[in-house]
């Protein structure tokens, strides 16, 4: 048996170690418990947006959530650059989702109609550009796009420094970080909680279940029903390039070094992260509609990873009310959200009252809505 943490972490992933360090840089004793090499892993595999536009259709607390995020994001950046030197390459100069068609065009205008009606969304500034508008941010968007919708708020990281950044900063307050743990069980100890794991039992005032689609049948264990399912997106990157798109987009992103990335589609595939051939063809159709520049160029890395979705895309936050002191979170903009977990939920989790502050974020609207 090991000994006791304030907070024992189940999961080392983006949502995890985020959640870890900020429990850390409160003064909280934590033990990061993770499952290895052989884990599903979307924040290995993910696109490194920090997206606020068209966050929130439908629940506006996650818009507000999410521009939060976009707000604290610099200081969060700063912070773990200045503590272990890691830069995450931060930007955030703003995004285009471009519309190809006429059609594309009318379902983005419709969308900003329907979310500025919500309380707080009209904050994201979201607007849409007409063709002359784009052409002139991207002069090398080809004559099938029909405009675009724009906020300045949006942003991207190198996602993969952000994940290293935080295992860094969260060891440098004191965590510890244990791979090969795949969790089996949790059980309360007294007043507080007993995790027996591959690499041991673990003991620790309070636990935070924050392992990705394992949240599932992991939250079972303190009382908690978290209905996430997998959903794969795949990522291409291309050979360096002169710049082609020089701004920011939903779907591509042309990255510091000069590789360009393609990505943002959906399919339901199970828990397979095999790659889809038909499904990389569609996306690279689609970029060379958007910059017809791109049909020569070559692709030198795909791969394919899962999303942590939940029946209406929104996250799922929760205290166990069975078990007090177990929490599960779950969500599927682990970058966007990570600084708003790392300063604003983790404080939270150490402070009480979390099923209150996040009452919008709780999986009982998916009892709600079954019983309706
Ligand atoms: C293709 C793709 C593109 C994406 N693009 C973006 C984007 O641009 N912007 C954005 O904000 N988000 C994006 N996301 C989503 C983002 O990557 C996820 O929200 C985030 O990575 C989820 O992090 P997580 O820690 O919950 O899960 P994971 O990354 O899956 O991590 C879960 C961790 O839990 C561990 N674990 C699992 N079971 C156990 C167990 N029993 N015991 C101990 N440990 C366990 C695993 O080892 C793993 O490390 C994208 C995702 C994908 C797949």
């Not at 992933?13 to 004793?29: D, K, M, P, Q, T």
């Not at 791969?303 to 936050?317: E, H, K, Q």
């Not at 929490?327 to 939270?348: D, K, M, R, W």
Request: a negative charge; charged letters at 25%; proline letters at 4%.
């Amino acid at each position: 048996m090991r000994g006791g943490s304030d907070v024992i972490v189940i999961g080392g992933g983006l949502v995890g170690s985020s959640i870890a360090y900020g429990l850390a840089r409160e003064g909280a004793s934590v033990t990061i418990l993770d499952e290895g090499d052989v884990a599903l892993r979307a924040s290995r595999g993910n696109f490194g947006l920090v997206w606020v536009q068209g966050k929130g259709d439908g629940m506006h607390e996650y818009a507000s959530w999410t521009r939060r995020s976009k707000e604290l994001y610099q200081g969060f950046a700063d912070g773990i650059q200045e503590r272990d030197g890691t830069d995450i390459e931060l930007k955030q100069d703003g995004g285009l989702e471009l519309c190809l068609g006429e059609e594309e065009f009318r379902t983005n205008e419709d969308e900003i109609r329907r979310m500025h009606n919500q309380p707080g969304v009209g904050e994201n500034d979201r607007v849409m550009l007409d063709a002359d508008e784009v052409r002139r941010m991207l002069p090398l968007v080809g004559p099938e796009v029909t405009g675009a919708s724009y906020s300045p708020h949006d942003g991207h990281v190198n996602p993969l420094y952000l994940l290293r950044g935080l295992h860094g900063n969260a060891q440098a307050l004191g965590a510890r970080y244990v791979s090969g743990g795949r969790v089996r069980h949790i059980e309360k100890d007294g007043g507080g909680f007993r995790v027996i794991s591959e690499a041991g039992v673990f003991l620790g005032q309070k636990v935070v279940i924050a392992a990705g689609l394992a949240n599932k049948w992991l939250a079972e264990m303190v009382g908690l029903d978290i209905p996430v399912e997998p959903n794969r997106g795949h990522i291409l990157i291309t050979e360096r390039m002169q710049p082609v798109i020089p701004t920011l987009l939903v779907n591509a992103r042309q990255t510091a070094d000069g590789t360009i990335n393609f990505g943002n589609s959906k399919e339901s595939a199970g828990y397979s992260t095999r790659i889809n051939p038909a499904k990389l063809g569609e996306i690279a159709r689609s970029i060379i509609r958007c910059f017809p520049i791109l049909k020569d160029a070559r692709i030198v890395r795909t791969w394919s990873a899962l999303r942590v979705m939940s029946p209406d895309g929104f996250p799922i936050y929760r205290e166990s009310e069975s078990m007090p002191g177990a929490f599960s979170i779950s969500c599927h903009s682990g970058v966007t959200l990570a600084a708003a977990h790392a300063l604003e939920l983790a404080p939270v989790i150490l402070g009480g009252r979390f099923n209150e502050r996040f009452a919008a974020f709780s999986p009982e609207r998916f009892r709600a809505a079954s019983a309706a």
